[in-house]
């Protein structure tokens, strides 16, 4: 795992995967056995479950479960849920 960049409260669950340019601003939670980046940015008030794959993304304000983003520069609103 490469370190993130990592802001405020943030908790990293076991067997997340993080790389280059990766930054997460707290509070946030990241689930087990998920992969961040590379180019990945995670704002506040965001919560990956388990499984949870988020590449060449911008998102905050969300709740995201299982599932996989990679896309160019993706930007979720404000109080968005997405699950699979």
């Known amino acids: ?3 993130p960049t990592v802001t405020n409260r943030v908790g990293i ?3 997340t995967v993080s790389h280059n340019r990766t930054t997460i601003r707290g509070p946030a939670i990241i689930g087990d056995y998920g992969e961040i980046g590379p ?3 995670i704002g506040p008030y965001t919560s990956t479950g388990d499984y949870t794959t988020l590449r060449n993304t911008e998102i905050e304000y969300t709740i995201i479960e299982a599932t996989h983003i990679d896309c160019d520069r993706l930007i979720v ?3 968005s849920a997405v699950s699979v």
């Open 77 to 79: 609103e404000d109080h």
């Open 13 to 15: 669950e076991e067997d």
């Open 39 to 41: 180019n990945t940015y």
């Open 1 to 3: 795992m490469k370190n």
